[in-house]
Nanobody, 121 residues
Framework: LQLVESGGGLVQSGGSITLSCEAS????????VGWFRQAPGTEREGIAC????????DYIQSVKGRFTISRDNAKNVAFLRLNDVKSEDTGVYFC???????????????WGQGTQVTVNS
């Protein structure tokens, strides 16, 4: 499985942006998908997770109500919609995939290369 993120860029504080994670080489429906963020000078942190059929999601507290993770298995792509962005949302965003249908969100098998989001305050 290969993952490629896109959609990053410069966004104004309070604005919105949608990130995409396109998969190839395997059917994304066989994987749980997660989004991660690495801010400058910090470790990468998991921020959202979605199970293989999209029926279950989980978020860290700081993004609940602002970010939405989703997926379109027919198109082999997952998304992260960022609304009401804040300066602390600046960072490199990565998607990752975990083999299997159990909603574990911790044993990541494949990673994308990341896409930069910069919030201009």
């Amino acid at each position: 499985l290969q993952l490629v993120e896109s959609g990053g860029g410069l966004v104004q504080s309070g604005g919105s942006i949608t990130l995409s994670c396109e998969a190839s080489g395997s059917a994304l429906v066989d994987y749980t998908v997660g989004w991660f963020r690495q801010a400058p000078g910090t470790e990468r942190e998991g921020i959202a997770c979605i199970n293989n059929d999209g029926g279950e999601t989980d978020y860290i507290q700081s993004v609940k109500g602002r970010f939405t993770i989703s997926r379109d298995n027919a198109k082999n792509v997952a998304f992260l919609r960022l609304n009401d962005v804040k300066s602390e949302d600046t960072g490199v965003y990565f998607c990752a995939a975990e083999v299997g249908t159990a909603f574990i969100c911790s044993g990541w098998d494949y990673w994308g290369q990341g896409t930069q989001v910069t919030v201009n305050s």
